[in-house]
């Protein structure tokens, strides 16, 4: 830590999820009856658009109760800390919550996307959105329980683009199942993994592409990439010898290691 002066920090879910965000992943991971690859897709906005805006407007509205956790803090602090030494540290994240954001990181590459940016299916421009609700007729929709129906709101109803002239469909701004990255964000993020002397893979499964390239690229430069999960994954076995790993939650190991 001492000798470095560019730190990649890859974080996945499991950071999120030691704030409390639902991931809908594994066991139990449902909204409704659905899970997230059901509903995260073009075919299902196409679908549907206004089960997929439910879904989503339940995401944004619960991150209002979520907050960061030690783990978001430590990372913003230490690019504060570092970047008065002419350190560079840099965020690349596979979440769409921003907690990274809201915990005071600046240099921060969403690879899918995030929760708060809207782009339009008719003129394509991308915005910030933080409304909430974000249209009125989605107000009060969205319950995760199984037994709640689908609300099935009329699409002239669902969030709309407010360029003059468009009006066009919004849709969440994140990559959806079936989609690949944004060429500008992926170029962003090979070129910090491309420069970086040091590398931290924080609550990440590793099963997800490309990222889940991304730390065994870097080891492969012989450059030192440190693991911060709850257990191994499948690029621990691909960092060689220039992986290590620290076991538990990162809102433990994190903050100590990071530490001034």
């Known amino acids: 830590f001492k000798k470095s002066k560019h730190l990649v920090i890859l974080t996945g879910a499991g950071v999120s999820a030691e704030s409390g965000v639902p991931t809908f992943r594994g066991a139990g991971g449902f909204w409704r009856t659905y899970q997230a690859q059901d509903l995260a897709s073009p075919y299902a906005f196409e679908n549907n658009p206004s089960l997929v805006w439910e879904f989503y407007h339940y995401r944004r509205e619960v991150m209002g109760s979520k907050h960061p956790n030690p783990a978001h803090l430590a990372?913003?602090?230490c690019e504060e800390r570092w970047n008065k030494e002419n350190r560079r540290v840099v965020v690349i994240t596979q979440n769409i919550d921003e907690l990274h954001r809201r915990a005071g990181?600046?240099?921060i590459i969403e690879l899918h996307g995030s929760l708060f940016k809207t782009r339009c299916t008719n003129c394509g421009i991308v915005k910030p959105n933080f409304d909430s609700p974000i249209c009125s007729a989605l107000e009060g929709k969205g319950a995760p329980d199984p037994d709640a129906g689908g609300s099935d709101i009329p699409v002239e109803s669902l969030p709309r683009c407010s360029v003059p002239n468009c009006g066009g469909l919004l849709r969440p701004h994140v990559v959806w199942f079936g989609e690949g990255l944004d060429g500008h964000v992926l170029g962003s993020a090979d070129q910090e993994l491309e420069n970086c002397d040091l590398c931290l893979v924080v609550g990440t499964s590793?099963?997800?592409?490309?990222?889940?390239?991304?730390?065994?690229?870097?080891?492969?430069?012989?450059?030192p990439v440190a693991e911060f999960n709850l257990e191994t994954t499948p690029a621990t076995d691909q960092l060689g010898g220039h992986g290590f790993f620290f076991s538990g939650p990162c809102g433990s190991t994190l903050p100590e290691a990071l530490a001034p």
């Open 206 to 223: 590793s099963v997800v592409y490309p990222a889940a390239m991304f730390a065994p690229m870097v080891a492969q430069r012989g450059v």
């Open 105 to 107: 990181s600046k240099n």
């Open 75 to 77: 990372i913003a602090e």
